[in-house]
Each structure stands twice: as C-alpha cells, then as structure tokens.
C-alpha cells in the first residue's frame, strides 16, 4: 500500500456520495485520467494504485458500471486500525497552508485543541498560520479544493494520526459514521 491509494479510494468514495445526492458529475471523472486530473497524481500512478487496491481487497470492481468502488467496510477497518502505523505523522514548525484535522472548517466545531496553533498542509495559497503536517499525499491540498467531502475525510484521518485516544475515538466515529452510512 501507498499513502496515495487511501487519497484515491476516498476521492471514489466521495464521487459515489455526489452522485447518490443528484449532483452532475463529467463521465470522465471515475477514469484514470479523470481521478488523476483532480487529485494531481499521475495517470499511471492511479492505475498502479488501483490495482493494488483491488490486489488488497480495499476496492472491488462494480459490476454494473465497470469501474472501481471502494470496499467501504475494509477501508474504514484499515483506516481505523492501522492507518496511523503505517503512515504516522508529526506535527512540524510553523507554516502557511489549509487547516487540517480537527481545525479544519467543517470540523472544528466538534473538539476544541488545547494548543496554540493550527495544524496545517503546507500550501502556498493557504491563508492559516499553524504547524506543518506532511499530507497522505503531496498534492492532496490541491485535489481538496473543489471536493469538500475528500476534504472532511481527509482531516479526519489526519485526526485520527494525529490525536491521542480521545480525539482518536471522536474522529474514528465520526469517519466510520461517514463512510458506511453512504
């Protein structure tokens, strides 16, 4: 496994949920060439990742639309209980960039840190001032910008490799919650 497979099943998961609430999406986007435009990944490194996501079990191929779909109970399962080993992260000094785990817009109002700064990926357009954390990966503050869901996934997880048990437990739910209830 590589960081970018759990940034690429979560965009699949995320294109599933806007279908399932009606928005239109290009028939493009579930392509390799799609799913790489809007994550800043290669089209060959999408591919590759893809085959071992399905290699591992994480992503399974629907049937009905030949395409990959994420194997929501797996990935959730493997984010919750060995995602922080395998890719553990600390928290760096200080930069620009897009707030991240529980400092992130859509969930911040769920837990109130106890430190001084934000935690942030590095971005040069970003706005907010806090301690650097090195994304799953590199080009994900660029592929969160127009996918609001990746986005709150994403902090999650870096939540969740970020905090200790509490905040752990807090975005695990929260991240389980979202995942299989779609």
């Known amino acids: 496994m590589k960081s970018q497979d759990i940034v690429i099943?979560?965009?699949?998961?995320?294109?599933q949920e806007a279908e399932k609430l009606g928005q239109s999406l290009g028939k493009d986007v579930y392509s390799v060439r799609g799913l790489g435009a809007s994550l800043g990944i290669s089209k060959?490194?999408?591919s590759t990742s893809i085959n071992r996501c399905y290699a591992s079990g994480l992503a399974i191929k629907?049937?009905?639309?030949?395409?990959p779909k994420p194997n929501r109970r797996d990935?959730?399962?493997?984010?919750?209980?060995?995602?922080?080993?395998?890719?553990?992260?600390?928290?760096?000094?200080?930069?620009?960039?897009?707030p991240t785990g529980f400092a992130a817009p859509m969930l911040d109002s769920l837990l109130i840190s106890g430190g001084e700064h934000l935690c942030v990926w590095p971005y040069a357009h970003g706005k907010d001032l806090g301690q650097s954390v090195e994304p799953l990966?590199?080009?994900?503050?660029?592929?969160?910008?127009e996918d609001e869901r990746?986005?709150?996934y994403l902090a999650l997880i870096d939540a969740m490799r970020l905090g200790r048990q509490?905040?752990?437990k807090l975005?695990?739910?929260?991240?389980?919650?979202?995942?299989?209830s779609r």
């Open 9 to 15: 099943l979560l965009k699949l998961a995320s294109l």
């Open 44 to 46: 060959s490194e999408v």
């Open 62 to 67: 629907d049937r009905e639309f030949d395409r």
């Open 75 to 98: 990935l959730c399962n493997f984010i919750s209980h060995g995602l922080k080993f395998v890719f553990p992260v600390k928290p760096g000094g200080l930069t620009r960039g897009l």
């Open 137 to 145: 990966f590199k080009s994900v503050p660029f592929a969160v910008q």
């Open 150 to 152: 990746l986005y709150e």
């Open 166 to 168: 509490r905040e752990f």
């Open 171 to 180: 975005a695990a739910d929260r991240l389980s919650e979202e995942i299989l």
